[in-house]
């Protein structure tokens, strides 16, 4: 058997058959060894705890003179994602009575485990109290030279008509990896990188 968990603190319950002469198999309450305790940590109801991050430790049940190996592996990913990159597909569009969808993409890079989710919220019009919330979606994954995995993810923000008339800023852009590692990146932070989207929303009767 072989047990993952994410990180330091997680737990895992191993169990243990008998298998006789006769072909029966039963449940049985072996002695539980770790071979590394100070990593992984394991009580006589089979119950091991993760300790401290990264790689595998073997894990031995003791029964009746018999052995069986088992095994836990703690993923070795406890670094949280990188943003490259996020822009949109357009600074600048003109609304009227229907939404208008603008098209956001993000380029994240992970250490091992790769991007599971993202989103960005978008600050509408000044005044307006509209925010603009965009559920990212993976387009595409590919792994680096070094072992790292460039993500690239898109989601449409729905600008209103009429009422989102002004100026979209992105706030925050949040990423979480498949291991559970999670980054945020707030507006200041955002212009600190040259990274900021603004969206300028006009009805047709401000460009006349």
């Given at each position: 058997m072989v047990a993952r968990v994410s990180h330091a603190g997680?737990?895992?319950?191993?169990?243990?058959?008998?298998?006789?002469?006769d072909g029966t198999r039963q449940a049985v309450r072996p002695t539980w060894i770790s071979s590394a305790p100070?990593?992984?940590?394991?009580?006589?109801?089979?119950?091991?705890?993760?300790?401290?991050?990264?790689?595998?430790?073997?894990?031995?049940?003791r029964y009746s003179g018999k052995r069986g190996p088992a095994s836990m592996m703690i993923n070795s990913d406890i670094a949280p994602p990188?943003?490259?990159?996020?822009?949109?597909?357009?600074?600048?569009?003109?609304?009227?009575?229907?939404?208008?969808t603008v098209l956001i993409t993000a380029e994240f890079?992970?250490?091992g485990s790769g991007i599971g989710s993202a989103f960005a919220i978008f600050d509408g019009p000044l005044g307006t109290g509209i925010t603009g919330l965009v559920t990212l979606r993976?387009?595409?994954?590919?792994?680096?030279?070094?072992?790292?995995?460039?993500?690239?993810?898109?989601?449409?923000?729905?600008?209103p008509g009429l009422i989102g008339?002004?100026?979209?800023?992105?706030?925050?852009?949040?990423?979480?990896?498949?291991?559970?590692?999670?980054?945020?990146?707030?507006?200041?932070?955002?212009?600190?990188?040259?990274?900021?989207?603004?969206?300028?929303?006009t009805t047709g009767s401000d460009e006349e």
């Open positions: 997680d737990s895992a319950q191993f169990q243990a058959w008998a298998v006789f002469a100070e990593i992984v940590s394991i009580d006589e109801d089979g119950w091991a705890r993760a300790l401290a991050g990264g790689g595998g430790v073997a894990i031995e049940a990188e943003l490259l990159d996020v822009f949109a597909e357009s600074s600048r569009v003109t609304i009227s009575i229907a939404p208008v890079r992970d250490e993976q387009q595409s994954e590919a792994p680096t030279a070094d072992g790292g995995i460039i993500s690239v993810y898109t989601g449409a923000l729905d600008i008339a002004g100026t979209w800023t992105l706030d925050q852009l949040s990423a979480e990896d498949r291991a559970g590692n999670r980054r945020a990146w707030g507006a200041q932070e955002l212009q600190a990188r040259g990274l900021t989207v603004e969206i300028v929303a």
